[in-house]
């Protein structure tokens, strides 16, 4: 029989923690990461995941369906982000169930996207998989994306700010705010690069973020360091891109000026977001 690869779990006590029925966690395993579907309006599509109970207790466990907790409170303009739910078209059976020590339950996944619905070219819901007993915290969260493959995919950022903010000496951070207005979510790679006259490469600049995808109408912040000690003053213009599975989705320029503090001594660094080439 397959064996599944365990999902840590915290433990919250009640009463005496001495209690043997209390002390072990109740490790639920999926066989799944993520659930994706692609399927016309009006089609539908089912998908099986094996939940395991790899522990020596009977667990109970709750099956639902809900809208994503970052487009609950995503919003653009008049657009929100519970526009690409998809949890009124995706159900998990059963919804209860029992996990005797050592097996496995199959769960049935259903999605069946409406005719009125297909506006969008990616739909999104995620699976909560969550231990009946009280003495356990946490869910098991799988994400569930559902593609309309009668829209064509138009991911798109938007930059909302870029800071730039004094680090420690001639360090200067770069701190880019982008919101994902497109039809589908984004998996963003950031690239920066400082260019001086006659497009000479000066600096690339590596930005970090959290490496999560961006659903629809999600906003994220990201941020590069860059050293200017060894950049003669002058003016240059600092070009920023965004990939989407390399595909750029973002590409804009800024002009940049490197100059001498008010003491003359130690540089300084002017950002104009206002004039874009």
């Given at each position: 029989?397959?064996?599944?690869a ?38 539908a ?11 020596e ?20 303009g008049?657009?929100?982000?519970d526009?690409f ?9 059963p919804?209860?169930?029992?996990l ?8 049935r996944?259903?999605t ?13 819901a995620?699976?909560?998989l ?26 798109q ?8 903010v ?14 994902n ?13 400082i ?13 970090v973020?959290?490496?999560?995808r ?16 060894d950049?003669e003053?002058?003016n240059?213009v ?13 590409d804009e320029?800024f ?6 503090d008010?003491?003359?001594e130690?540089?300084?660094?002017r ?6 080439g």
């Open positions: 029989e397959r064996r599944l365990p999902v840590s779990r915290e433990i919250r006590f009640e009463g005496d923690p001495s209690v043997e029925r209390l002390t072990a966690a109740v490790p639920i395993a999926v066989d799944a990461e993520e659930l994706d579907f692609a399927l016309q309006p009006g089609r599509r089912v998908k099986h995941i094996a939940v395991e109970n790899p522990s207790n009977t667990v109970k466990v709750n099956a639902a369906v809900s809208v994503p907790d970052e487009l609950q409170t995503a919003e653009y008049d657009m929100t982000g526009s739910s998809a949890a009124g078209f995706v159900s998990a059976q919804k209860e169930f029992t005797l020590p050592g097996r496995q339950q199959s769960l996944i259903f069946r996207m409406t005719d009125a619905i297909g506006r969008h070219a990616s739909y999104y995620t699976l909560h969550t231990p009946a007993d009280d003495a356990l915290s946490g869910a098991v969260r799988v994400p569930v994306s559902v593609r309309n493959t009668e829209v064509d995919r138009e991911p950022m938007v930059l909302l700010n870029l800071g730039l004094r680090g420690d000496g001639a360090e200067f951070i770069f701190q880019p705010h982008f919101v207005v497109g039809n589908t979510h984004v998996n963003p790679t950031i690239s920066a690069e260019v001086g006259e006659g497009g000479r490469s000066v600096k690339s600049i590596a930005m973020d959290n490496g999560a961006m659903l629809p109408l999600v906003s994220s912040r990201f941020a590069g360091t860059v050293d200017f000690s950049i003053r002058g240059y600092l070009i920023m891109q965004v990939q989407d599975d390399g595909d750029t989705v973002f320029q002009d940049l000026v490197v100059e001498a008010t003491e003359g130690d540089v300084d660094v950002l104009n977001v206002d004039e874009r």
